[in-house]
């Protein structure tokens, strides 16, 4: 067996490449690939223990390179190729030390479970996918039944149906879904639907752990300051860090909307406040002399609260839950994610679709199934990350604000209202919503839950010993031309860094 230990030296000295080379001939296993920083620290950057199994390569390249990205210019980025698959993994330099190893240990060993990692993955694809789908789907019944239609378009007509109805039967259409503009998404509840499957997932985990006597993860009271040193944003000694790792973003961006965000009315003393905040933030983190003013402060605090036009933080009390649980999704949450990803975790590429099972499971399942792959810009992974739940802990808190500032006491099914004896909010009960609208009856409101999809269930195999499956719930029917037909689709949706801020980014 080889063993392949890199000295820290090496590192330090600068970043490099390593290759060697074989003409496919298979040259023998990598059980793990580890650094060694001096005689008392070493990081396994492949595999996490000297028991991890041997993985046969025919070649292997080791790239130390510079980031592209000239921000993380100071990073080396580890790429090892071996038979079927590769794998870039590297934390180098990300000193995490877990407060509860046995049970964040559970936690990865519930959440990297296949079937929860695709649960989550086509929960979060399909909420973009879908509206592609069918506004695809209509363009092609167009040019379907166009009188000089050809065979190519029929076929498109024919697979993009099928893919819907797959989605359909699969439990994956969901009722509600990203609009164009943000706005609009929110007007339907879809922003409901983002609170409630988290929800619903760390109620999950919580009784899991509490099966075993341990303890749910808590959830961030305050979010943590930039010099936190239990929740870094980037390896030991990194000098340049992305904007939204930095200080500066913290104490002008997060801490503002942090803020901002348990406001029941935005009024004129309340952008004061805030406006003095990020005076204080600015100069806290600005080199330069010049001081802005608190008119200038003034205007990018009302610059934080809308973000885009016509969809504006108004206060808890002016706001629906699902505008506010939208703007919270694509704002706050979308940026904790980014801010606390790691930069150097191995990232899965575009093509490696987890629906496509066969392939996956050739190809990807050796890198990506693992409990440490666990990147927070991933939905296919980010759950599995422990930290995941410190920062959806501290959005569901939201929840309990909103309820407060808006009179209920609770918040629940319809039937769970009817036993409550105080004000209790029935989940997607708002009038407004546009998936609520067409009904003149308004005894229906509330009548749907909002949108989980299949979750992952207990079942009993074929030789029945029990196993956590989605199949329990709905079976996944997806043929291989459509998950073809569909990969697209979901690639775009991969990610949570979707910046909101940022309208430039493509969707
Ligand atoms: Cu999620």
């Not at 929960?123 to 050809?150: C, I, V, Y």
């Amino acid at each position: 067996m080889l063993r392949y230990v890199l000295l820290g030296a090496m590192l330090l000295m600068g970043c490099r490449t390593v290759s060697t080379s074989s003409e496919g001939k298979e040259l023998g296993t990598i059980p793990n690939i580890m650094i060694d920083h001096d005689e008392e620290s070493s990081d396994f950057i492949y595999g996490k223990s000297y028991e991890t199994p041997p993985v046969p390569y025919s070649e292997l390249l080791l790239t130390f390179e510079k980031g592209i990205n000239k921000e993380w210019s100071d990073q080396c980025r580890v790429t090892v190729h071996a038979q079927g698959h590769w794998s870039a993994v590297g934390e180098i330099g990300y000193k995490v030390v877990s407060d509860d190893s046995k049970r964040d240990v559970a936690v990865r060993e519930y959440s990297a479970g296949f079937d929860h990692r695709l649960q989550h993955y086509m929960w979060h694809t399909s909420r973009g996918a879908w509206p592609l789908m069918l506004r695809n789907l209509k363009t092609a019944r167009e040019r379907a039944s166009a009188p000089d239609a050809t065979e190519g378009s029929k076929a498109n007509l024919a697979i993009l149906e099928k893919s819907v109805e797959q989605y359909k039967a699969s439990g994956w259409a969901p009722p509600r879904y990203f609009q164009d503009k943000d706005e609009d998404t929110a007007k339907t509840g879809a922003g409901e639907d983002f609170l409630y499957m988290h929800r619903k997932m760390i109620g999950r985990l919580t009784a899991y752990l509490k099966e075993r006597n341990l303890s749910m993860i808590p959830a961030w009271k305050t979010l943590p300051k930039p010099d936190d040193k239990q929740f870094i944003v980037g390896p030991e000694g990194a000098k340049q860090l992305p904007d939204i790792k930095q200080d500066e973003y913290y104490y002008t961006t997060i801490r503002i909307w942090e803020e901002a965000y348990k406001i029941p009315v935005i009024d004129n003393p309340a952008i004061d406040k805030l406006a003095k905040l990020l005076l204080e933030g600015r100069k806290k983190t600005k080199t330069t002399a010049k001081t802005p003013s608190i008119e200038a402060a003034r205007e990018e605090v009302k610059k934080l609260l809308a973000p885009t036009e016509r969809y504006e933080f108004t206060g808890l009390k002016n706001m629906s839950l699902s505008a506010y649980g939208h703007l919270l999704e694509m704002t706050l949450h979308n940026d904790l994610h980014a801010r606390y990803a790691f930069l150097n975790s191995a990232a899965r590429p575009n093509v490696a679709d987890p629906l496509d099972r066969t392939t996956w499971d050739q190809e990807w399942a050796e890198a990506f199934n693992g409990s440490n792959y666990d990147s927070l810009n991933d939905t296919f992974a980010s759950h599995v990350n422990p930290w995941f739940y410190r920062i959806h802990g501290w959005v569901d808190d939201r929840i309990d604000d909103w309820l407060k500032a808006n009179d209920h006491q609770s918040i629940g099914t319809k039937e769970e209202c009817a036993k409550e004896a105080g004000n209790c909010y029935v989940w997607l009960s708002n009038e407004t919503y546009t998936s609520n609208r067409g009904s003149d009856d308004p005894k229906i409101l509330g009548d749907e839950l909002p949108w989980e999809g299949p979750v992952v269930a207990e079942e009993k195999n074929a030789s029945n010993t029990k196993q956590m499956s989605l199949h329990a719930h709905k079976a996944p029917t997806f043929t291989p031309d459509v998950i073809e037909a569909t990969r697209g689709f979901r690639a775009p949706f991969e990610s949570m860094n979707r910046r909101f801020v940022n309208p430039d980014l493509k969707r």
